[in-house]
């Protein structure tokens, strides 16, 4: 997947946003003022970072070396994954989609029903393309 193919996968997702709020280097996306993925505009192989269930975070450092804590981040819920590393096929959009559901599932109730994502959780995220 490369940077606009990730750009898109995100943008594709209900309710996000994209944001550029540290610096014009780093791309954030986020849903409901919430962070759920960033990258380098000039250096996208150096990885994307993306929130993770902690237990999760830690089986999928162990199983693939792509999968890094997060870089600047809270390592216990946060990953970066190099992108054009060596990863199964549809791994990074999984991702992708867990760390959205678990921002939506974080965010209260009355904002997920303004926002018309209510119902939406980790597990019901995907918006249907492989790569």
């Not at 150096?46 to 237990?55: H, N, R, S």
């Not at 990953?79 to 559901?101: C, K, M, Q, R, W």
Request: negative net charge; aromatic residues 10%; hydrophobic residues 40%.
């Amino acid at each position: 997947m490369n940077i606009e193919e990730f750009r898109d996968y995100c943008l594709r997702k209900p309710q996000v946003e994209e944001t550029l709020p540290f610096d014009q280097d780093t791309l954030v996306f986020k849903v409901a003022g919430k962070m759920f993925a960033l990258c380098s505009l000039s250096d996208y192989a150096a990885g994307v970072a993306l929130k993770c269930d902690p237990e999760r975070a830690v089986e999928l450092r162990e199983q693939y070396p792509a999968v890094q804590p997060g870089y600047h981040m809270s390592k216990k819920h946060w990953n970066t994954v190099l992108p054009e590393a060596f990863l199964p096929l549809g791994l990074l959009p999984e991702l992708i989609d867990h760390s959205y559901g678990l921002v939506v599932q974080g965010l209260p109730k009355k904002v997920r029903v303004e926002l018309g994502l209510c119902g939406m959780g980790a597990d019901v995220m995907k918006v249907g393309v492989r790569f």
